[in-house]
């Protein structure tokens, strides 16, 4: 397939595909506490055969054009992922997510897979508004879509139950035009 270096320290994003299913679980159980504190990503994985089906599904809603999942691997190691999800091209509108373990935070890695992915999205499938969904309390999240230059259009107030608690969703959004301006700037 192919790979897109982010910078020079060993970081690059590829597609995350079933075949991977060793590689993601094993990231998952370093990560999963870290990973699952606002949300329950990959949280069914728990061995090989759970594992390959969850990347089974995004491989399914990537040929359904309506996802794509991209992991982010440091120095060879898997340590997170990107992924646009409830992608509609003919609306011009999907959703922009990420993950990461321990080991990969603090990198910038996720601001950096991010820009590309945006490209992507928004040049090659004509995505006129991406959204960003985080929980107040994960403020790594929320530094993400500030520094890629997202408006805050609002928070849903416990719209969010996760492990018994209500948190807070913030939404934030990119429109293409914004995202090609910012292009621009030097």
């Given at each position: 397939?192919?790979?897109?270096?982010?910078?020079?320290?060993?970081?690059?994003?590829?597609?995350?595909?079933?075949?991977?299913?060793?590689?993601?679980?094993?990231?998952?159980?370093?990560?999963?506490?870290?990973?699952?504190?606002?949300?329950?990503?990959?949280?069914?994985?728990?061995?090989?055969a759970t594992a390959r089906e969850a990347l089974?599904?995004?491989?399914?809603?990537?040929?359904?054009?309506?996802?794509?999942?991209?992991?982010?691997?440091?120095?060879?190691?898997?340590?997170?992922?990107?992924?646009?999800?409830?992608?509609?091209?003919?609306?011009?509108?999907?959703?922009?997510?990420?993950?990461?373990?321990?080991?990969?935070?603090?990198?910038?890695?996720?601001?950096?897979?991010?820009?590309?992915?945006?490209?992507w999205a928004v040049e090659e499938r004509g995505?006129?508004?991406?959204?960003?969904?985080?929980?107040?309390?994960?403020?790594?999240?929320?530094?993400?879509?500030?520094?890629?230059?997202m408006t805050r259009d609002g928070v849903r107030?416990?719209?969010?139950?996760?492990?018994?608690?209500?948190?807070?969703?913030?939404?934030?959004?990119?429109?293409?035009?914004?995202?090609?301006?910012?292009?621009?700037?030097?």
């Open positions: 397939m192919y790979a897109i270096r982010l910078g020079d320290d060993g970081a690059e994003m590829r597609p995350l595909e079933a075949w991977h299913a060793g590689e993601f679980l094993a990231h998952l159980e370093r990560g999963r506490a870290f990973i699952n504190r606002f949300i329950p990503f990959g949280s069914g994985a728990t061995d090989l089974q599904r995004y491989a399914d809603l990537r040929a359904a054009d309506s996802a794509f999942v991209h992991g982010l691997w440091l120095d060879g190691t898997l340590v997170g992922g990107v992924l646009a999800l409830h992608v509609d091209a003919a609306a011009g509108t999907c959703e922009l997510g990420c993950w990461l373990e321990p080991a990969g935070t603090g990198r910038g890695l996720v601001t950096r897979a991010m820009r590309p992915l945006i490209d995505i006129h508004r991406l959204e960003w969904v985080a929980a107040s309390g994960n403020t790594a999240s929320v530094a993400v879509a500030r520094r890629l230059g107030r416990e719209a969010h139950l996760h492990d018994g608690v209500r948190h807070d969703l913030e939404v934030w959004s990119l429109l293409a035009p914004e995202w090609r301006a910012r292009g621009k700037q030097p």
